[in-house]
């Protein structure tokens, strides 16, 4: 069974659309984030939810709102997409509410390609 | 910059060699982990370091902690091809992982 999983993997659209990334983690885990890795493979944190609150927001555009429907799913919707947003995008869970005491998991990643 | 920096940015090894990076940090820590990265692939946590351990084994890894000199080190010893990845540590302070290692295991 897939620990944390993202659809899709793979995502190419135009400049100026608007586009969604799900996640979804089968682990119990309390707490799950959103990086962005970009093309020198920095992995920055942008968001972490903690049982479905925000507890990370780190300087992120507003057009990226990261939504937790549940403990299980934090999804990511980017408004008006931009060359830069290029990246591949990881989500990952953890068992802890900071996290960073805690082993991450992360999920096999979605390369976001916006041309 | 970032907390965590590791260093060197790249390592390349011929298969059985053993491979050593390093970590800095900025301020005090509890806790450091390391981590690999297979290309195409997400993070696999390998070991969590507590600052009151010096040294932490697991198989062919080795990491050590020197918290006098804000630092860490991973060693890989008889490097495989399979260890051919990037890896990254990640401090308890740090909100975001650096650029890693990037470690090559020529066959």
């Known amino acids: 069974d897939t620990a944390v999983s993202q659809t899709p993997k793979y995502l190419v659209t135009q400049m100026g659309n608007d586009k969604s990334i799900k996640c979804e983690q089968n682990?119990?885990?309390?707490?799950m984030y959103w990086y962005k890795q970009d093309s020198k493979k920095f992995l920055k944190i942008m968001f972490s939810?903690?049982?479905?609150?925000?507890?990370i927001n780190e300087t992120v555009p507003n057009r990226f709102s990261p939504k937790s429907p549940d403990k299980a799913h934090l999804n990511l919707h980017i408004n008006s997409l931009e060359l830069g947003d290029s990246a591949v995008y990881f989500c990952?869970?953890?068992?802890?509410?900071?996290?960073?005491?805690?082993?991450?998991?992360f999920g096999p990643g979605t390369r976001l390609t916006v041309t | 910059s970032q907390q965590g920096e590791e260093d060197p940015q790249a390592l390349s090894i011929q298969e059985g060699e053993n491979a050593t990076m390093n970590c800095s940090y900025k301020?005090?820590?509890?806790?450091l982990q390391w981590y690999r990265q297979n290309s195409g692939r997400g993070l696999v946590h390998l070991i969590l370091?507590?600052?009151?351990?010096r040294e932490k084994h697991s198989g062919r890894l080795r990491v050590t902690l020197d918290t006098s000199k804000k630092s860490s080190s991973l060693l890989i010893t008889a490097s495989r091809a399979a260890d051919t990845a990037s890896y990254f540590c990640?401090?308890?302070?740090?909100?975001?992982f650096g650029a890693g290692t990037t470690v090559t295991v020529r066959a």
């Open positions: 939810y903690n049982n479905k609150e925000l507890i």
């Open positions: 370091i507590r600052s009151n351990e």
């Open positions: 990952a869970s953890s068992q802890g509410p900071r996290g960073f005491s805690y082993e991450q998991y």
């Open positions: 682990l119990g885990h309390d707490t």
């Open positions: 990640l401090s308890d302070y740090k909100l975001s």
């Open positions: 301020t005090s820590i509890n806790n």
